[in-house]
Structure formats: C-alpha cells, structure tokens
C-alpha cells in the first residue's frame, strides 16, 4: 500500500449522509479535502452533491471522490453517469480495496445506514492507500 499524503478529496453527501460526511472531514484532516455539501441535515436531493464530486474527479480538481447517502445506490448510479468516473459502493474494507486494485476506482460510495462509523473510517482509509494493481485488470477497466 501506498501512503499519500497530498492528495485532494472531493466529499459530498445528501442528507442522509451528511454526518459521516462531517465524521470523515474530520477523520482526513491530513489531506485537503473540497466539501461540495450538503452542509446541514435538511432533505436534498442526491445528485445535487453526487455530480459535482464526479465533476472533480472527471476534471482532475480532485484525486478521489468521497459520496455519501442512505444506501450508497443512488450517489453511485449518478457519479457513474460520468464517463471517467468508476464509483464503487463499498460496505466492508476488503471491497473497498478491490474496487482499489481490481477496478480503478475513483470514488468510493459509502451506505451510512448499513455502515459503522468507525467503518466507514476504515474503508476511506483503505481505499485511499490501495494502488490499482494494473496487470490483467488494465484491460477490463479500459473496456468500461
């Protein structure tokens, strides 16, 4: 694993994710992290907050992306709608370094309501230090 320790975040939740979002802020404070909202717990709308963390990923303003909502799906069909963008909902560390090493992914979906935060923790750490393996895995991620 590779430790980085400048690489930019983009993080972004609807309101049903907006406290691990804040949890995670916090808990990555040796990174530079963009919060691209929602900034308070009122009902909003996912894709207000899942396009714009796919937007800095796509554009290279952010290294990863970090998004956030009840069950992870609707943040992830959005980010993936973008073409350079590979979001993967994660639920435990291992999947979170799979979606790493086998898939290249570039954001990582989490389901605040399935999750722990302590693991949510975890898996954004893991997710962040696991390189993509390359290899055999280089031509499945061309052909998505």
Request: aromatic residues 8%; negative net charge.
């Amino acid at each position: 694993m590779n430790v980085q320790k400048d690489i930019k975040i983009a993080i972004g939740s609807d309101h049903a994710g907006f406290e691990y979002k804040e949890m995670l802020k916090k808990h990555l404070a040796q990174y530079t992290v963009n919060d691209l909202g929602t900034y308070a717990l009122d009902s909003v709308d996912y894709p207000d907050f899942a396009h714009p963390v796919a937007n800095a990923v796509e554009s290279k303003d952010a290294d990863f992306g970090i998004l956030i909502c009840g069950s992870a799906n609707g943040v992830a069909i959005t980010a993936n709608k973008h073409a350079q963008i590979r979001a993967a909902i994660c639920w435990q560390t291992e999947i979170a370094e799979l979606a790493r090493q086998h898939n290249n992914a570039n954001i990582i979906c989490i389901p605040a309501r399935f999750v722990t935060e302590t693991l949510a923790q975890e898996m954004t750490d893991a997710f962040l230090k696991t390189e993509f393996e390359g290899g055999r895995h280089q031509n499945r991620v061309q052909k998505i």
